[in-house]
């Protein structure tokens, strides 16, 4: 979708590999793993089992279809054509209409904190292709009056099992705040498909798991560091699930000694000035997660705490700029601080 320099992918490379934290020790189950460059990212599939190679190959195709449906580039995609559909429907797929649905439900709940429809700004700002740019005030406005989300139809036609979506004239959407979330989702189901009990696919931030270890032990995701990315917070041991992260380290650029990163107030259109460095969901469903990672993100600490209050559904890590880690209380028993550079606090 998005063009990386080589620097970049090798940067996405290592937090990939960090974020599979010792998968040694798993037991004698073959393991099979394999790496693909789709969405951006650098991604590392892992399969244990007899049908490892099998379930690799099938999440390799599943990941695979979803980016080039996905990618707002190609004149074949769902994107381009939603994006060039001038108010008309477009039919959609069931795996495009259910991320359209959930973000939809994330956006309503949070006040508009995740908006798809912000995409021309992401353009703006150069953040889909790497040729950064400050905009102007008026630049931003030109492209914010054209966000749509809240005016979204997407309809669904039980008979056939067909979707269709229609948004505004001029509005343009992506898919970056979701579709790696929802492809975790569809790989895992592939491997489980074709046999597999145990896997974990990492899609940069966003890890997800099948079953448990080959030898019935949690699985242990690392939490990065924000301040030094070649380390980390803290180990989640989980089951199975997904840990998706956003943060402000992930993709930024500076300019005039000035960051600007790519986590984005849908409001002002500048990247969101907040006491948050980055947050990370714990919740089975992949695709949810992806989203809550950007919209806790957008909302600050308080706003995302009562937000889990409210709604639940999902536990979170917060990492704040006064290297203080907050975790919700159904990590009590999954959460372990390993750097002593940052202080731990549960809340209810």
Request: net charge neutral; proline share 3%; glycine share 10%.
């Amino acid at each position: 979708m998005k063009k990386l320099g080589t620097f970049k992918k090798m940067v996405l490379l290592c937090l990939c590999l960090c974020m599979l934290l010792p998968l040694a020790g798993c037991g004698e189950a073959k393991m099979a793993q394999r790496q693909v460059f789709a969405m951006d990212t650098i991604m590392t599939l892992t399969a244990y089992g007899r049908n490892a190679e099998r379930g690799l190959t099938a999440a390799q195709g599943v990941i695979q279809s979803m980016n080039d449906m996905l990618d707002p580039d190609i004149e074949t995609s769902t994107t381009y054509a939603i994006n060039h559909a001038n108010g008309s429907n477009v039919s959609v797929s069931g795996q495009v209409a259910n991320m359209l649905s959930t973000a939809q439900t994330v956006f309503k709940q949070s006040g508009g904190a995740l908006d798809l429809t912000i995409y021309p700004v992401i353009q703006k700002w150069g953040f889909d292709s790497g040729r950064y740019y400050v905009p102007t005030d008026e630049e931003l406005w030109e492209d914010l009056v054209r966000r749509g989300f809240d005016k979204m139809v997407l309809t669904s036609f039980p008979s056939s099992g067909s979707y269709a979506v229609s948004f505004p004239a001029g509005t343009a959407i992506s898919f970056g705040a979701v579709a790696k979330g929802c492809a975790a989702d569809n790989a895992i189901s592939a491997m489980r498909n074709v046999g597999v009990k145990s896997g974990i696919v990492s899609l940069g931030g966003n890890v997800q798991t099948l079953g448990l270890k080959p030898d019935g032990s949690f699985w242990n995701v690392a939490v990065q560091d924000p301040n030094n990315t070649a380390s980390y917070v803290g180990v989640l041991s989980v089951g199975q699930t997904a840990v998706v992260t956003s943060g402000t380290y992930q993709r930024f650029f500076i300019q005039n000694g000035k960051t600007y990163h790519h986590l984005i107030n849908p409001e002002s259109g500048r990247p969101i000035n907040n006491t948050l460095k980055s947050v990370t969901i714990v919740t089975e469903d992949g695709t949810l997660a992806d989203c809550l990672s950007t919209a806790m993100f957008v909302l600050g600490q308080s706003k995302a705490l009562n937000y889990w209050r409210q709604y639940g559904g999902f536990d979170m890590v917060l990492v704040n700029t006064d290297n203080e880690v907050i975790c919700t209380k159904g990590l009590i028993e999954k959460f372990t601080l390993t750097n002593n550079s940052y202080t731990l606090r549960y809340v209810e």
